[in-house]
C-alpha cells in the first residue's frame, strides 16, 4: 500500500490540492515518524509540533480558498543554520544552545509565505564545519541505511530526516559539498544553486564568499518546485543576484539529444574506487542512451581544490565568527572576572574542536607577514579554477561525475583525521569555489550504501541540471529506494 511518506512533494501536492488528504493529516503522519524514528536516528534538534500543525490548519483553508501556491500544504524540515523567528536556532553549537531567533532567515520566510510547513530543524555539524555530521555539540546523526554510518555532512540532519521518510524533503547549505555529499550518502536528490540565487540573508554565515542554501528532496522534480519557492533576488543580502528565477519545473522533460557531457579527467584519474567508478560509467551509459555525447575535459588546476578551500574557508570563518563573544547574545561563561575573561572563556566554552581549528586557521592565513603567501594565493588559484571551468562550459553544457569518494563510512572512522575528513568534499569543493551550480543524483548501492552521481553546470543553469537530473531518474529507480526498516 502506498502511505503518505512514499510520495514526493509533487505527489503530495496533488493529493493537498485533490483533498485526498488534509494539510493536518500529512503533518501528523509526519509528526508521529518523528517520534518514532528520531530518538534513534538523531536527525532533528527541535521539532516544531504545534506550530506545524497550527500552519497546517491555514494551509488547509487556504488551499480550499483556491489560493494555494504549488508549495502550500508541504512539510519541511530546515537545517538549523536558518534562522527561525521565536525558535530555537543552535547551528549544531553549544554557543548557540540558547539562541531564539528573533526573525526568519529570507529562505524560510519564503516557504513560510508560500504556505510550506516547519516540521522542526535538523541536526547539522557545528557551523557547518564538518563531512559526517559528528562535530555537532548534539551529537552525531546516524545514517538510516545503516546505523553505525554517518549521513555525511554537514548538513547530516537534513539528510537522514528525508531518507528516513520523517519529512518528505529539507534545506541545506553548501559550503564545500554540504548538501551533495550527505545526498549521495543518503540516496537522495541534493542541489546547490549558484552563488547568488538564493539569499543568505539569516542564514549563520560560514563562509560568505562560498556559502549557498538549496534543498534535500526525493527527486528532481521536487527539488525543482522547492528551489522555486526558494529562489530571487533579495535587497537584504547584498550578494543575491537581481536575475528572474525561471519555472524550474517547465523544462524537466527537455530531451537531451546531443547534450555534450563533460567528464573530468581529474576526476576518473585517481584515488576513485574503481566499484564506484563503475557505478558513474553505469549512469553515463544511460546519459549515452538518451542521445547525450561524452566529451573528456581538462581542468589542470582542480586538484588544488581542497587546499585552497581550507585557506579560504578557515579565513571567512575567523572573520564571520568573531561575532560570537559572549557579550551580545549566544552562550556566555560563568562568572567573568573581567571583559578579557567573558571573551577568551565565552569562545573556549562555547566552540568545538573543529571550529577552534578553523578560527586559528583562518587568523593565522590572514595574519600579517602570512597574507600573502596564504590567503592571496589562494584567492589567486581560486581564480584559475574558476577560470578553467569556464573553459570547460565553453565545450560542453554540464560536466558529470561522482559525488564522493567512498560511500558512507563509520561513526568514528574519521574524527581523529582532519585531512582524511576533509578529503571527502574532494569532488564537490570546485563548484563552490567558482560559484557553480551542482547536484547528487542517486546512481546505485555498494555494498547496500548509496552512491551519487554529481552534475555541475555553468552559472545560473540549474533548470539545465534539473533537467539533465530528472531524464535520468525517468530511466532509473535509485532515487526511489527507501531504507529497510523506513518503508
Ligand atoms: N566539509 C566541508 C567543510 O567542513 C564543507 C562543509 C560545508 O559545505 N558546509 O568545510
Redo the contacts with the bound molecule.
Sequence with gaps: MTELHHLTLAELAVGLKARRFSSVELTQHFLSRIERFNPALNALITVTGEQALQAAAKADQRLASGAATPMTGLPIAHKDIFCTDGVLTTCGSKMLSNFIAPYDATVVDRLSQAGVITLGKANM?EF????SNETSWYGPVKNPWDLTKVPG???GGSAAVVAARMAPASTG???????R?PAALTSLTGIKPTYGRVSRYGMIA??SS??QAGTLTLSAEDAAMMLGAMAGFDPRDSTSVDAPVPDYTASLDQPLAGLKIGLLKEFFEKGLDEANGKLVRDALKVYEALGAKLVEVSLPNLPLSVPT?YVV?PAECSSNLSRFDGVRFGYRCEKPVDLLDLYKRSRGEGFGA?VKR?IMTGTYVLSAGYYDAYYLKAQKIRRLIADDFERAFGEVDVLIGPTSPTPAFDIGAQTDDPIT??L??IY??GA?LAGLPAMSIPCGFLGGLPVGLQIIGPHFAEAKLLNVAHRYQQETQWHKQIPAGYE
Excluded at 557547518?128 to 563531512?131: E, I, L, T, V, Y
Excluded at 547549505?173 to 548538501?179: L, P
Aim: charged residues 20%.
Design positions: 555539524d557547518a564545519m564538518g563531512s555532512g554537514s548538513s547549505t553548501d559550503t564545500g559539498g554540504s548538501i555529499q560560514f563562509a562560498l556559502d578551500y574557508a573543529e578553523r575528513m576533509y571527502n568534499d564537490t569543493i563552490n
